[in-house]
């Protein structure tokens, strides 16, 4: 398993997000922000979510090195 911390900062980021997460079809990603973990490739449950503040995301997977590549914007 990979875990980082993102920021989704705007309705913008979350869409590119969602869009970006979404081609990893083969991958489980998920969001976890306190006691709540959503699947990251949720749009409705990412904005159930505080994104007020770092969220930490979670691949299921050992080889997460071109998701990660993707997901450089959204690092913190």
């Avoid at 989704?8 to 969602?18: A, C, E, G, K, M």
């Avoid at 990603?29 to 007020?52: E, H, N, P, Q, T």
């Amino acid at each position: 398993m990979t875990s980082v911390k993102i920021r989704l900062s705007s309705i913008q980021d979350v869409r590119n997000f969602v869009d970006l997460v979404t081609k990893y079809y083969d991958l489980e990603i998920d969001l976890v922000s306190g006691r709540y973990v959503v699947d990251a490739k949720s749009i409705m449950g990412i904005f159930s979510l505080d994104l007020l503040h770092p969220i930490t995301l979670n691949a299921y997977t050992d080889d997460a090195a071109k998701l990660l590549e993707d997901l450089k914007p959204y690092l913190v």
